[in-house]
């Protein structure tokens, strides 16, 4: 049993379900085949190489651009954690813990 709900947090980074991951697939692929078409219909005279220098080059900045955006999110949300932590703690001069029945049990 649980004392708290869990937090929006702790919700966001759960593992996503099956659904999701359906659907994030099924939207990246898409996004690839438009993107090829596009690709195509702009520069309908480049080579096989040059296509894919450029599918490459491309994906490289989106994995980049994710993986900036995921590392911020990750440092406010640490940061957020550190300013409750401090709130609670640093200026408390009897800091509390909150614990569980169960681990209560175990300490007799």
Known sequence: MRLFRETHAERALAVPGLRALASTFLKAAVAGILYEGIKDLLFPHITLAESQGVTVALFGVAAAATHYGVQRSRGLLLAQR???????????????????????????
């Open 82 to 108: 550190e300013a409750r932590f401090q709130l609670l703690f640093a200026n408390n001069p009897l800091p509390m813990w909150v614990t569980t029945w169960r681990r209560c049990d175990s300490w007799k």
